[in-house]
């Protein structure tokens, strides 16, 4: 419930950038992976932006669990 009352006040600043979403989940210490799921949930963001800023503003989790190789290969086809 807690969570949802940080939501709607950012939901009331109309001109807010995911970027600045992404730093408020980090100032209140959400993890990535439920950070995710919420502003895929409340806001009107794509997955892969969301993902984009996630991994790039969140430094101190875990990294990407596949490696260079892997993702280039699932590239290529």
């Known amino acids: 419930m807690e969570n949802l009352e940080f939501i709607s006040e950012i939901k009331k600043n109309i001109d807010i ?3 600045d979403v992404v730093n408020i ?7 990535k992976y439920k950070a995710f799921v919420l502003i895929r949930d409340n806001f ?6 969301i993902m984009y ?6 430094k101190d989790e875990e ?7 892997f993702i280039n290969y699932s590239n290529k086809k």
Request: avoid cysteine.
């Open 17 to 19: 950038s995911l970027e």
């Open 25 to 31: 989940f980090i100032e209140k210490k959400i993890s």
């Open 44 to 49: 009107n963001y794509g997955e892969l932006k």
């Open 53 to 58: 800023y996630l991994n790039l503003l969140y």
């Open 63 to 69: 990294s990407n669990p596949f490696n260079e190789d």
